[in-house]
């Protein structure tokens, strides 16, 4: 990055990665990334490269699903991975109380509770996906097993038919 001032949650992402051993660059991208599409057209990838770090209670307990940019996630599948009967979206608030960031800049790992993590195994048919990094505008590329390893996640379908 540039010398101005990192944000707070860039750099929290920042050392949770480098805690875990993977070194990043976070790219900042001022048209925002709050979407897959929005994303991918910024940096200059395919949706597909695009990781979506996605919030949901699973019974209780509230887990991350990171899914490719071109797939939607089935909540069956994701209910089924986590051992759970049911999956639903959590509001906003409950977003930021998980993870410790505002939905639209949720990154893959360094949350603020510990959260399991799920992980669309289509992310892993490229070279590098890029995810956010704490903000709407902030962003990073690292290779998809190097997000699965930091992140703890477990490889599963989650892709809706």
């Not at 699973?58 to 009967?85: F, H, P, R, W």
Request: proline share 4%; charged share 25%; aromatic share 6%.
């Amino acid at each position: 990055m540039s010398d101005e001032k990192i944000h707070p949650n860039v750099a929290r992402v920042t050392q949770a990665a480098k805690d875990a051993g993977l070194e990043i660059e976070v790219r900042k991208f001022p048209e925002g990334t709050k979407t897959a599409q929005d994303a991918a057209d910024a940096i200059g990838v395919t949706v597909g490269q695009i990781v979506k770090s996605l919030v949901f209670g699973v019974d209780d307990e509230i887990v991350m699903a990171l899914v490719s940019g071109v797939n939607q996630l089935d909540e069956k599948k994701l209910a089924a991975a986590a051992g759970g009967a049911k999956c639903k979206r959590v509001d906003a608030d409950a977003v930021r109380e998980a993870t410790g960031y505002a939905i639209g800049g949720v990154p893959p790992f360094g949350h603020a509770t510990q959260l399991r993590v799920f992980v669309d195994p289509d992310l892993l048919q490229y070279d590098e996906v890029w995810a956010a990094a704490g903000t709407w505008n902030d962003n990073f590329g690292a290779a998809p097993t190097d997000i699965v390893r930091v992140a703890g996640g477990v490889v599963t379908d989650l892709k809706r038919a």
